[in-house]
């Protein structure tokens, strides 16, 4: 299974955008949850725009109880069914 996702950051210069597992948060064995995270620049610039990143992750195997997978970015959240 690979997750996809697409966000956008405030401006340019960030860097290495990834999905990280959220252990602490998932305290319901059903639910996988990764947060969206990507390194900020030393500086930024005030007349900078907006930029879309993408990050994938590569997931091997799941345990057999989690039926759900959410990911959670600064601004937002999206949950998704496990299919087989």
Do not use: C, H
């Not at 005030?46 to 989690?66: C, G, H, K, T």
Request: glycine share 6%; hydrophobic share 40%.
């Amino acid at each position: 299974m690979i997750i996809d996702v697409t966000g956008t950051i405030p401006s340019g210069g960030w860097t290495n955008p990834r999905l990280v597992a959220d252990t602490a948060a998932a305290t319901d064995p059903s639910l996988r949850v990764y947060n969206f995270v990507a390194t900020s620049p030393e500086q930024t610039s005030a007349d900078q725009m907006p930029q879309m990143v993408n990050a994938q992750l590569r997931i091997d195997s799941l345990p057999p109880e989690v039926k759900t997978l959410r990911v959670v970015g600064a601004g937002n959240q999206i949950s998704a069914p496990v299919t087989e």
